[in-house]
């Protein structure tokens, strides 16, 4: 070590800061839940000084199948009131004992791809149900008591009827306020065979 002499400085050394070039490899696959992690090691491959990208994707799906209008036929004439998103319908019907009156839904296909689905229809005794499929509503077909499978043609959106309910009131029936409760879903299994229209309850 060399003596400095009385009054002069020593000279420090400057400090120069190492920069480490992180070279990334690795591949991107694209999941709904998100990105696989991008590795970054340095030089010298020490698995401790790792560093890593990751990401979320949020999907909103929303469905397909919704009601596009309807309308109310028979002893009351009555549209068909639907929510913004179509998800769901109402309408109300002031009828005798003895008489009929229709429901007509006009269904919108949203997806690229046909959709077979399954419309249940639930409601008291004494009010028998038919249904017919027209324009988008392919290969209607009754399962059982107040269910009816379909299948909807994609692009379809226009206000033409695609299933028209007839609902018969019996002229026996108790006069009183009564509900007929629909439920449109998709269908887990593959549709029946069948030929042309028909559906009675």
Known sequence: MKNSTPGQRTRKRPLFRHTVLLAVTGAIALAATG???LSAQTENDNPSDQAAVSGLVGVVVSQALVVVGGSLGGATVAPVFTNDEGTAFSVGA???TGERFTISLALGNKGQAAI???LTISGPE???LKVVGQDGARDLTALESGTWAFRLEPGE????PDLV???AVSPIAQAGKYDLLFSIEPLALPMPDST?????K
Not at 157 to 160: A, F, G, P, R, V
């Open 35 to 37: 990105f696989t992690g």
């Open 116 to 118: 077979s689905s399954q």
């Open 94 to 96: 002031q009828v005798h």
């Open 126 to 128: 004494g009010i028998s």
């Open 196 to 200: 042309g229209d028909a559906g009675s």
């Open 157 to 160: 959106s226009d206000l033409d």
């Open 165 to 167: 309910v007839t609902a």
